[in-house]
């Protein structure tokens, strides 16, 4: 049948299996809009306030869900108010598909009004991006960049289409399953480079790397967000528990290993255990599970894990040995290497390693026990023990995020949203959004810090309109805390421009919205309203009052050793 471009790009979304999608419309994208008033009881459309938010909503519905999130905007500014929210779903390997409608072919290049080379532009922040100039290009396109954006080490892809492009007529055959399978075969051996997905490897490096691990006395596991990626969270703990070997993760795979486990080590980095970041320098094998070895976990590379071997296994060839040589390494699927190593690995009784690890774990830093009247860790762990393993937990950037890294005891995976790589404050709205769209039978708690929500409050107007019962939980200490605290530590208390001693009232805000807000002081005071918030099932906003000075500890000061934490303040 003969369709328009933009009658494509609704027919092969929906060939994807895509049934929800977040953006914002402007006068380039119309005729795709158009098209989704025709279509809109097949696929759904949430319309954000701004691009930014839509595109962490699908960042968010992709982390919630593991499908591909999707997001549309305009040309110009509509076009670059996405950059961001690719950057972080970049940074975090997380799928996604921006499609964004650009001038028509005979104004580009001209600087013609709300004209901008966004191709270029996301060029280092996608796995790929297209301009599709050529309506006879655009289903393949489109069905190219699904493919991307989910093999190998997931990203996000960017497709570009000119107005005239999708007012254009073709063509178009949808594909079943079965060609649509076809398909992708045939993508994957033409771009085998593009989508990342590691190079073959054999039995023998499989045996090397249980050999390694059966020989070891001191073993530990390193596990990073492509646990989460790859599906392979049961694989990771039945690897563990067989071989008795300690559990430590980054901030991606919080939610990956549950914390509560025995083997659980918590953390690594900057911020970590003392028990994962003493662990990990005192073992004698790490085995390291789709992590990258960011700089947030190893501090300085010289000084890391010195007397270590490590043995890494993950999906992108370019991260072995990019930051800490290994002795042995497998690229490809973790699920598919757990799956052929785990019969190869002894079974290991609990050991003198493991009691050493253990008394480590029995640490407790003296600001876990510090009272003050509503402390971080009261705050989690209340949310945790009223609203259950199953709440889905998104956060901003900032001392919060590393409250909640700290203290909430995750248990299943993708359950927390989280800005890692590019540590986006205005994140966590967003991603709330696309979590509560995803999911409107479970409970998202949104944890912001009250300057990271300043920039993103304008989704309040979101959350309202579509009725999404999210909690957010303003963690409000009148300061954008994590600078406030190096300023404290480092740069003898200089608070140049961290104090936010200015509006809004969060309460008030709420209210101007339309929705409920409450405000805590105290510990039985969130309890109540958190209770109240959580039976309502109404979107809400709890502005909790914190102490101005309280600061994330553990913390390695910037270039130490991470088993060099600074535990304590006076």
Not at 292 to 310: L, M, Q, W
Not at 394 to 409: C, K, L
Not at 492 to 518: H, M, N, W
Request: aromatic share 8%; hydrophobic share 40%; proline share 5%.
């Amino acid at each position: 049948m003969k369709i328009t471009g933009a009658r494509i790009i609704i027919e092969c979304l929906i060939e994807q299996g895509v049934d929800t999608v977040f953006g914002y419309p402007g006068g380039a994208i119309l005729n795709v809009y158009d098209e989704l008033y025709k279509n809109k009881d097949r696929i759904s459309h949430v319309l954000t306030a701004h691009e930014q938010g839509a595109s962490h909503a699908a960042d968010g519905y992709s982390r919630a869900t593991g499908k591909t999130g999707v997001v549309l905007a305009t040309s110009g500014p509509g076009a670059t108010n996405l950059v961001t929210g690719i950057a972080t779903a970049y940074m975090d390997s997380i799928p996604m598909v921006a499609i964004t409608c650009n001038v028509t072919t005979p104004l580009l290049g001209k600087d013609s009004f709300q004209e901008v080379d966004i191709t270029g532009i996301t060029m280092p922040i996608t796995k790929h991006s297209y301009i599709v100039r050529n309506i006879e290009q655009l289903a393949g396109a489109i069905r190219e960049a699904f493919f991307i954006a989910k093999s190998g080490r997931p990203g996000p892809v960017l497709i570009d289409v000119p107005k005239d492009v999708t007012a254009s007529v073709t063509e178009f055959e949808a594909l079943s399953k079965e060609k649509l399978e076809n398909f992708d075969t045939i993508h994957l051996l033409k771009n085998i480079k593009r989508v990342n997905s590691g190079k073959t490897y054999d039995d023998s490096q499989i045996e090397q790397v249980a050999n390694l691990i059966n020989n070891s006395v001191r073993p530990y596991i390193y596990a990073g967000g492509g646990i989460i990626s790859s599906e392979s969270c049961q694989e990771v703990k039945t690897f563990a528990e067989k071989a008795n070997i300690p559990v430590g993760v980054s901030l991606m795979a919080k939610s990956a290993f549950p914390a509560n486990h025995p083997l659980a080590t918590g953390m690594i980095g900057m911020h970590g255990t003392k028990a994962s970041n003493t662990a990990i320098n005192k073992a004698d094998l790490v085995i390291v599970l789709g992590a990258r070895f960011s700089d947030r976990v190893i501090s300085d590379p010289s000084k890391f894990a010195v007397n270590t071997k490590f043995i890494h296994i993950d999906i992108d060839s370019a991260e072995i040995n990019k930051n800490i040589k290994t002795c042995a390494s497998i690229i490809g699927n973790l699920k598919d290497i757990l799956t052929k190593l785990i019969p190869l690995v002894k079974e290991r009784k609990k050991s003198e390693w493991n009691d050493y690890v253990s008394e480590l774990k029995s640490h407790i830093p003296p600001m876990y026990t510090k009272k003050t009247a509503l402390h971080p860790k009261f705050v989690c762990e209340k949310v945790n023990q009223i609203a259950g393993d199953d709440t889905i937990i998104t956060t901003e950037v900032g001392q919060h995020q590393m409250w909640v890294a700290q203290f909430y005891p995750f248990s299943k995976p993708r359950t927390l949203l989280t800005s890692g790589g590019l540590g986006t404050m205005g994140y966590g709205t967003g991603a709330a959004i696309g979590a509560q769209t995803a999911f409107p039978n479970r409970t998202v708690v949104h944890f912001a810090g009250d300057g990271s929500f300043r920039m993103n409050c304008n989704e309040l107007a979101t959350i309202q309109y579509y009725n999404l019962p999210i909690i957010i939980i303003v963690v409000n200490n009148g300061v954008l805390g994590m600078v406030r605290q190096w300023q404290n530590l480092f740069y003898e208390k200089r608070f140049s421009e961290t104090t936010l001693d200015r509006g809004p009232d969060f309460v008030k805000l709420a209210e101007a919205y339309g929705i409920q807000g409450f405000k805590a002081k105290n510990e039985e005071e969130f309890e109540t309203v958190f209770k109240k918030a959580y039976e309502s099932k109404k979107p809400t906003i709890i502005d909790c009052n914190m102490n101005i000075d309280e600061m994330v500890l553990p913390m390695v000061p910037a270039g130490k050793p991470i088993d060099q934490l600074l535990l304590e303040v006076e």
